[in-house]
């Protein structure tokens, strides 16, 4: 997905049904001159709203209730109900004036429009507009061949002419009020960038979101069937729910687009997945049919965009519009892996009037919920060289920390802005070998990944939901792999496994195939999942397969807010599991595990505690900015050194050593002294010195304003100034559970807490001064204790 193009909103570049709206009443899907009609109205209402006042009161008096004492009940010469026969062009537009009299009752026109006096120029150019729809809508009806159509087209021609009548505003009369279903087109589509491409970099996310923007512009344009039309197409159907949404769509969406004085919607903001099942099939084959038809007349920079990635898009986009379990369609889909609410970012917008849509992130293509969960069992290693991830970077933080003021001594963030322009230019970074000894061991798989080689998809059998039979094919795929894998487990065994409906598999699909796989059982009221399988295929080995695997899977459980994994591995598989973060040291309670999974003999049991803020399918590409970030400082840094010094002569005039600050330029390069003392190197020890020097300090006359965290309702603004606080009764709670393990940790804590007093106060305060005198006395017990030269 290199090509970052798009196509401009409303362009019919692609799509014969999707480029322009066909009017009320024009039959079929596409829209032919549509557009033109639509102008003409428009036209037509600015001629008649810059006429002068007695030619629009004119106009009102046809469709007007008579006024004229005696109580006539005439309610204009206009028939509320259009004839049988189509209206001829020259009737409707004979010329009539205020002092003819009404064909109805007799009384001029004039008596019609008494009422209208004193009413305001707009409210009179507003009525007008309803007028002009009313007969629109008038032509409409007759034209429409359609029953269903026409009984809309009727009910909303006496609606506007009722609305001129008692001079209010349309108002349709329904059980139900838009949306009509949650979550929305628009939010469904965000959501599923969100949860396929969120990890891709930012050019390739944007030609993701021109592809997005493409088709709601598309839905929002697209013209209906009829529901007998779709009878004759799908009669198995829904035919009653199709009606019901045709009747709203044309309602809230369709006709308010050329009659203005209805209020109108967008198709994907008030209809959700029902809707857009119902079209997306035949959708799909009209658009990529007339996208090759017209491959000729596109753009050569919109080609590959729309005759490559859009076909791409649809096919994934399909997959989870028919899916039963897709999570996208969720409305707890953003809900984050701490409960609380996944910063989201404006990425689409619905063409012409729409609401900011929203996406999230997660494994790339998963079936999720039809899935399993796990139960005990032994792993191989997957490959020798396991895979890279991918998942969504946590982007609010940067954010955040961007707003904050920056720490004395931090890196300038002007210049960390220019490095990093140079890092994300590819003309300035030259891509690392995937061959290269410096390259993760998840590249090849992430970049495979993009190009859609491959696929993850969670999948599990289900017993309650009709069963798809792709996803069984890749079940007894997977029972296959780790069956070949796994020789020493018996067949029968990771059969039951692999189809337990507890359990579920995050598979590896390659050309349609599974080539490999992870199963796993959750257990959300323990707070931890175990693995159960683990396999890659042999001749898919040494690829990277596994890591990416593995990171797939371990956000797909931070976004189910599980953060521990669990597993018995064999001798072959230990080797694989250390490198993915597992350790013998478990984090888990032991009563939250017992009974719940069983031992093996044989087998180790290890675990892995996940970070809920680390992107783990993208950590290597993170680690690797970060490296080039310090190697550009440094080279940065080694270039402001320009001046070159001679060297030193006092070595062969007999002297055995210098102190490092004479060296000239030493202090130039940045270089500062370090306080020496002795390192304890008995953790005992160490925390009882520690321990004195800490109860000294916190007894001093001058160390008040440091017992306890700041509180921001008395230092308002505090900890947006201050971004590392730090406070005595922090560091004693520190020092309890022996965090302290060198004296530097603890030194630089206490460091921490005058200089952050100094950055917050003015010099004059007595916050300020505390601070100095503190900080002097803390040194001296600190060289007391031998800790530092003295």
Not at 471 to 500: A, C
Not at 603 to 619: Q, R, V
């Amino acid at each position: 997905m290199a090509d970052s193009g798009g196509i401009q909103q409303g362009s019919p570049a692609i799509g014969a049904a999707g480029s322009v709206p066909a009017a009320p009443g024009a039959g079929g899907t596409e829209g032919s001159g549509a557009a033109g009609g639509s102008a003409r109205i428009a036209v037509k209402k600015a001629q008649l709203r810059s006429a002068p006042r007695p030619k629009k009161l004119e106009k009102l008096g046809v469709y007007s209730s008579c006024k004229a004492e005696g109580a006539c009940k005439c309610n204009g010469w206009k028939s509320q109900n259009p004839p049988p026969t189509p209206p001829r062009t020259d009737q409707q537009s004979n010329a009539v004036n205020l002092q003819e009299p009404c064909r109805s009752c007799s009384h001029t026109l004039g008596d019609h429009v008494t009422h209208l006096e004193n009413v305001s120029e707009e409210e009179i150019n507003r009525l007008l507009g309803i007028v002009l729809d009313v007969e629109y809508l008038y032509t409409c009806v007759h034209k429409e061949e359609d029953a269903d159509t026409k009984q809309v087209y009727f009910s909303l021609f006496k609606l506007l002419r009722k609305s001129i009548l008692q001079m209010g505003k349309p108002m349709l009369e329904a059980q139900e009020s838009p949306p009509f279903e949650k979550p929305s087109i628009e939010q469904g589509v965000n959501n599923f960038v969100q949860y396929k491409f969120s990890h891709l970099p930012s050019k390739e996310r944007q030609t993701i979101m021109e592809l997005a923007k493409m088709f709601l512009n598309q839905i929002n344009y697209w013209q209906l069937e009829t529901p007998s039309q779709r009878r004759q197409r799908v009669p198995t159907d829904d035919a009653a729910g199709y009606k019901a949404n045709y009747t709203r769509w044309l309602c809230y969406c369709n006709v308010p687009q050329f009659c203005d004085s209805l209020p109108r919607y967008e198709t994907t903001q008030i209809f959700g997945r029902t809707l857009l099942r119902s079209v997306f099939t035949v959708m799909r084959k009209q658009l990529l049919e007339q996208a090759r038809q017209e491959k000729d007349k596109l753009p050569p920079e919109k080609r590959t965009l729309i005759l490559t990635h859009f076909p791409k898009f649809l096919s994934m986009l399909e997959e989870e519009v028919y899916s039963h379990s897709s999570p996208i369609w969720s409305q707890d889909f953003l809900a984050g892996a701490t409960g609380g609410q996944i910063p989201i970012h404006t990425v689409i917008s619905a063409p012409p009037v729409a609401r900011p849509l929203y996406y999230s992130t997660s494994p790339v293509s998963v079936d999720p919920s039809t899935c399993g969960s796990v139960s005990p069992a032994r792993k191989t290693v997957l490959e020798s060289n396991p895979v890279g991830e991918k998942r969504k970077p946590s982007e609010p933080l940067p954010h955040e920390e961007n707003k904050r003021p920056r720490v004395v001594g931090d890196i300038p963030l002007d210049l960390i802005n220019e490095v990093m322009a140079t890092i994300t230019d590819p003309a300035a970074v030259p891509e690392t070998s995937l061959l290269s000894a410096h390259s993760a061991r998840d590249e090849a798989a992430r970049l495979e990944e993009r190009r859609g080689v491959i696929e993850f998809h969670v999948i599990g059998n289900s017993l309650n939901q009709k069963p798809n039979k792709r996803i069984l094919m890749w079940l007894v795929g997977l029972q296959n792999v780790f069956s070949h894998q796994l020789p020493r487990m018996p067949k029968e065994y990771i059969t039951r496994l692999v189809f337990d409906p507890k359990h579920k598999t995050l598979s590896l699909i390659k050309d349609g195939r599974v080539i490999g796989g992870i199963c796993f059982r959750m257990f959300p009221s323990q707070g931890f999942t175990e693995i159960v399988f683990c396999a890659v295929t042999s001749n898919e080995q040494v690829k990277g397969y596994g890591t990416h695997l593995m990171n797939h899977l371990k956000e797909y459980h931070i976004k189910h807010e599980i953060l521990n994994f669990l597993t018995y591995a064999d001798e072959y598989a230990i080797g694989y599991f250390k490198k993915q973060g597992f350790s013998k040291d478990i984090k888990v309670p032991k009563s939250k595990y017992v009974g719940y999974i069983k031992d093996y003999e044989g087998a180790t049991l290890m675990g892995c505690e996940l970070n809920p803020s680390i992107p783990y399918t993208e950590f290597s590409v993170i680690i690797k900015k970060q490296k080039e970030i310090i190697k550009k400082l440094i080279e940065r840094k080694q270039a402001q050194i320009r001046k070159v010094y001679p060297g030193l002569s006092c070595f062969k005039e007999g002297v055995r050593q210098i102190p490092i600050e004479s060296i000239p330029g030493i202090r130039e390069t940045g270089w500062k002294p370090v306080g020496k003392g002795k390192e304890l190197k008995d953790p005992d020890q160490l925390y009882s010195t520690l321990k004195t020097i800490l109860q000294h300090v916190k007894s001093h006359q001058n160390a008040w304003p440091f017992m306890e965290p700041v509180k921001k309702t008395e230092a308002p603004g505090y900890y947006q100034v201050i971004r590392f606080p730090m406070d005595l009764k922090t560091m004693s709670e520190r020092l309890k559970s022996r965090y302290y393990t060198t004296r530097k940790l603890f030194m630089a804590d206490m460091q921490r807490i005058f200089t952050n007093c100094r950055e917050y106060n003015p010099p004059e305060s007595e916050y300020y001064k505390c601070a100095n005198l503190l900080e002097k006395f803390f040194y001296t017990k600190i060289k007391e204790a031998g800790l530092i030269e003295k």
